[in-house]
């Protein structure tokens, strides 16, 4: 039995890692930890006019960050080094060649122009734009004359008849007719290999077992089968998973969606949250549960399970997932709560920052679904309210005698149920509705009028700064 090896390759083109390839890493990563496997990543930069500076290391360190740690890539090496294709360049021309000497491709010298008509030929006529074979008739002294000083490049010489047929995984059997595939460019005239040549001959050396990728690269797939008998190599396993959806069905599109795992992290969606909701894209757990770890999911999952099926990818079943995460987070390790937190925070600098978590996290917790909403609700435990969301001059008197009666409180008596008995003295004498009177203090207190529990709020305050955030207001 061979090793299972599976792989990412991405391309180094946008800002950080996509969504999409994040799940189909996740796949990867499970199908071989499942199968005692290894998991590598591949960097495929050959497409060097849409390099995005600095997108590489964003997408390691996405991948990171998402716990899918991987067996070999371009950072931390591995047998079959360089992962990174463009310090492979020399081998894909060998392979290349290789492949006209036996007559399975060919040089071409049609120049951009010429292809240009050729295809709004083809198309006024009503016919799939694709190489017309001009070269391939092209005798091998002229080639050899040619190659001196001509610009080419080498495409794939496609079976003008029959057919290529896969078995998916997860879709049972494509087939695709010879001829209406394309004499696919090898080799660009710059010398650089196209996707097609680096991604066959990279899986091979690299001894890929198992190829898990988005749906699509399904009509790459018989390219990639006519490259792999023509090298006279074993095929990989083939398995195209499903793109993950809006909830309107539409494809995600970084026009309309945060696309990038970067931005997922800074709304304070937790790593383990994304990953788990991820892994419910197309699979489920036997047990039917939504909320499970990644080393859970390894031990549950089978590709074949995977359904097809457009899976939606809804930010708002994200944020519900993700606030059950912070929940457990905050009563389970509030020291990695608070240290995440401190990293979102814009009070997260200040010295009593992590005290101060320490005493709201059972207050604040259960009412945030992302770390990011953090400050909007906690940010009078930190300093005190910059405005107020009511005009709070008619009931200065009313605010003068609740700072009156908390006064009496002994600083060791200053606890949620004793300040609430003696704010409700108050608020019957004031001649205000009990939740008026509530109302007017909670925005005295915190600057707003929606907030957590005000008495418990008060005695994390503490008695000094309750007092004087009402005498603020009284004075
Ligand atoms: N470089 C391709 C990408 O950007 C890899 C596709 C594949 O997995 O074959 O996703």
Known sequence: ??????????????????????????????????????????????????????????????????????????????????????ERLSLYKNYAQNLVEKGNAYYCFCTPQRLTKMREKQIAQGLPPMYDGTCKRVKSEEVRAKIKNEKYVIRLNVPEEGITEFTDVLRGKISFENKLIDDQVLIKSDGFPTYHLGVVVDDHLMKITHVIRGEEWISSTPKHILLYQAFGWDLPVFAHLPLLRNPDKSKLSKRKNPVWVSWYKEQGILPEALINYLSLMGWSDPNERD????????????????????????????????????????????????????????????????????????LVSPRISTLKEYDAISSFFHA????????????????SKSADI????????????????????????????????????????????????????????GKNETIARLQTISA
Do not use: C
């Open 1 to 86: 039995m061979k090793t299972v090896r599976t792989r990412i390759a991405p391309s180094p083109t946008g800002e950080n890692l996509h969504i999409g390839n994040a799940y189909t890493a996740l796949i990867n990563f499970v199908f071989a930890k499942k199968n005692n496997g290894q998991f590598i990543i591949r960097i495929e930069d050959t497409d060097r006019s849409r390099l995005v500076k600095g997108s590489e290391e964003r997408i390691l360190s996405s991948l990171k960050w998402l716990g899918l740690t991987y067996d070999e890539g371009p950072d931390i090496g591995g047998p079959y080094s360089p992962y990174r294709q463009s």
């Open 291 to 362: 909320k499970f770890s990644l080393s859970e999911m390894v031990k549950h999952f089978k590709l074949e399970d995977i359904k097809t099926t457009a899976p939606i990818f809804d930010r708002e079943k994200l944020k519900w997932l993700n606030k059950k995460y912070i929940q457990d987070l905050a009563t389970l390790d509030p020291k990695r709560f608070t240290t995440l937190l401190r990293t979102m925070s814009s009070y997260g600098t200040t010295p009593e920052f992590d005290e101060k978590v320490r005493k709201v996290i059972p």
């Open 384 to 399: 005190r309210p910059q405005k107020y969301e009511v005009d709070l001059e008619s009931y200065q008197d009313v605010i």
């Open 406 to 461: 908390l006064e009496n409180i002994q600083i060791a008596q200053w606890k949620s149920d004793r300040i609430g008995e003696e704010l409700q003295k108050v608020a019957k004498a004031t001649g205000l509705t009990n939740s008026e009177y509530f109302m007017i203090l909670r925005v005295t207190i915190t600057g707003k009028k929606v907030s957590p529990p005000l008495n418990e709020s008060m005695e994390i305050l």
